[in-house]
């Protein structure tokens, strides 16, 4: 890794400790994680939790199925369309600031979710919420590199992890059990109220704890100088790619997407504008939102891959799963939920540990974490086809899923961790929205994709063979996730003195 990182691009000759808020040490940085976890795990618990409750809140709003649609596709639109220009804001006008920012957004926008009287009002919330969401999480993974140096920074990512973890699994059956206690017609508004006071909690924690001066750290810049080194015209094409990539996939089930498929063409010349683009800013001696040279570090570049086309296979189990424990076997939310939670609980411990142990033991454990998410598939697929016999039951998938959960642990902030490692502090938020992005695009395209296919075999057979041609899908993209952190654990096997 010594080699790649004297090509990263935009390195200061400075030490990292010269850098703002670098110097934060002891318990100030540790509380500056602690609030940074909090506003995360409600971001990630908002996401996870409206999937159990979409046909509450068709039944207490009277929404149509494309209404319903929307809730769920206005959030994912704008979470991934200002991921990196956010992160590149925060690093140029305070990640502290921006991260504030955002939590109020959310938690506003939270609000007015909850209150909604019309699926109109509530999908205007959802698409706030969403930006609200993409303007803080690539906060917290740069604030993370920036306060945080060595083992200590994999510790700070396993923690984040944990919290992934914990918020992903927990949404489901919190979403459930709110539903339950309030009423078919009306619990969904607790699943968005339950955000407000977690919300003005890390608000009052983060106005208290995060260092001084909050809005442009970067001493001696003008505000016009900060603009530019934003990068407008970079982040208006990227954003813009980045919604026409995405529409499609997110409305792949709407009755009018097929006219929405002329966009991924557009996309991707939008695309090779932004690219273009990026080069010419940077050779006219501007900084650019983007600085291409971070894809020639190859622990970036192979991370970032992995990582998107994990995100392209794994995110579908729990769609499949709520199918089939909900349309296939009759059972409530609230059970659709627990059937997660043993995952929720081994993700966590998984990311503890292998945020302790990352450093030493390098990508080995990436590629363990992949191999036991296969397992757990394999494991998840036998179960599933033995209670379609009827000498199992569905319930055993409580342990399959477990080693799902341990796997997952010790993939995404490993790999983070990983990933980000030669980062300069500069692009910190922006690299971090990079692979946050590439996350998002690789889960619209797997959902869409992978509940088609499960949906093509439902006709001609059950669920549970349904189910298991879509997990059979998500394994094949594994492997081939699998298949880059082998190749890039044997680049660092091979270049590196340091751990791979």
């Known amino acids: 890794m010594g080699g790649a990182a004297r090509d990263a691009p935009g390195r200061d000759t400075s030490s990292a400790q010269d850098q703002p808020g670098a110097q934060e040490s002891g318990p100030e940085r540790w509380r500056i994680l602690a609030v940074l976890l909090v506003a995360i795990f409600m971001s990630l618990v908002g996401v996870s939790i409206v999937n159990v409750s979409l046909p509450s809140i068709q039944e ?26 956010a992160g590149r804001a925060g690093d140029i006008f305070g990640r502290g600031f921006l991260f504030i920012l955002g939590v109020a957004v959310f938690t506003l926008a939270s609000m007015a979710a909850g209150f909604a009287t019309d699926p109109v009002v509530l999908t205007v919330a959802r698409f706030v919420q969403g930006l609200g969401s993409g303007l803080l999480n690539p906060q917290g993974v740069g604030m993370i590199q920036q306060y945080f140096r060595g083992p200590e920074r994999g510790k700070a990512f396993g923690m984040f992890g944990s919290v992934v973890g914990i918020s992903v699994g927990v949404g ?18 607790w699943i968005f109220f339950v955000n407000v006071p977690v919300g003005l909690l890390a608000l009052v924690l983060a106005f208290v704890w995060f260092p001084r001066p909050l809005l442009n750290p970067q001493h001696g810049r003008t505000a016009g100088e900060a603009l530019r080194k934003l990068d407008p015209v970079g982040a ?65 570049s192979n991370g970032t891959t992995l990582i998107g086309l994990y995100f392209l296979g794994v995110t579908s189990v729990w769609v499949l799963l709520a199918l089939y424990m909900q349309q296939g076997l009759g059972h409530t939310a609230l059970e659709s939920g627990l059937i997660g939670l043993p995952n929720a609980v081994a993700s966590a411990f998984a990311a503890n540990w292998a945020g302790r142990h990352v450093l030493r033991l390098g990508r080995k454990v990436v590629v363990g974490g992949m191999l036991s998410v296969l397992l757990g598939l394999a494991l998840s697929v036998l179960v599933i086809a033995l ?22 642990g010790a993939v995404v902030s490993p790999n983070q961790t990983l990933t980000l490692a030669e980062v300069p502090l ?28 499960s949906f093509t075999v439902l006709p001609r057979a059950d669920w549970a063979q349904a189910i298991v041609v879509g997990f059979g899908l998500i394994g094949l993209i594994l492997l081939s996730a699998l298949a880059v952190g082998v190749v890039d654990l044997r680049h660092r096997q091979k270049n590196s003195p340091v751990p791979a």
């Open 60 to 85: 207490g709003l009277g929404a149509s199925q494309a209404q319903i649609q929307w809730v769920l596709s206005g959030y994912a639109l704008t979470f991934g369309v200002v991921l990196v220009a």
């Open 172 to 189: 489901p059956l919190l979403g459930g059990l709110l539903i339950h206690l309030g009423g078919p017609a009306d619990g969904w508004r």
């Open 236 to 300: 208006l094409l990227l954003g813009s790619a980045i919604l026409a990539l995405l529409l499609p996939f997110i409305e792949a089930r709407a009755a009018a997407s097929a006219w929405l498929w002329a966009l991924l063409p557009v996309g991707a010349a939008l695309l090779m504008t932004w690219t273009l683009w990026e080069r010419r800013y940077k050779a006219g001696g501007h900084s650019p939102m983007v600085d291409l040279a971070i894809f020639r570090v190859r622990s970036f």
């Open 387 to 408: 209670e379609d016999r009827g000498i199992g039951s569905e319930w055993w998938l409580l342990a399959t899923l477990t080693f799902v959960g341990l796997g997952q």
């Open 426 to 453: 500069e692009y910190a938020g922006s690299s971090g929205g990079i692979m946050q992005t590439g996350q998002r695009i690789g889960t619209s395209i797997g959902i869409a994709v992978i509940t088609a296919v």
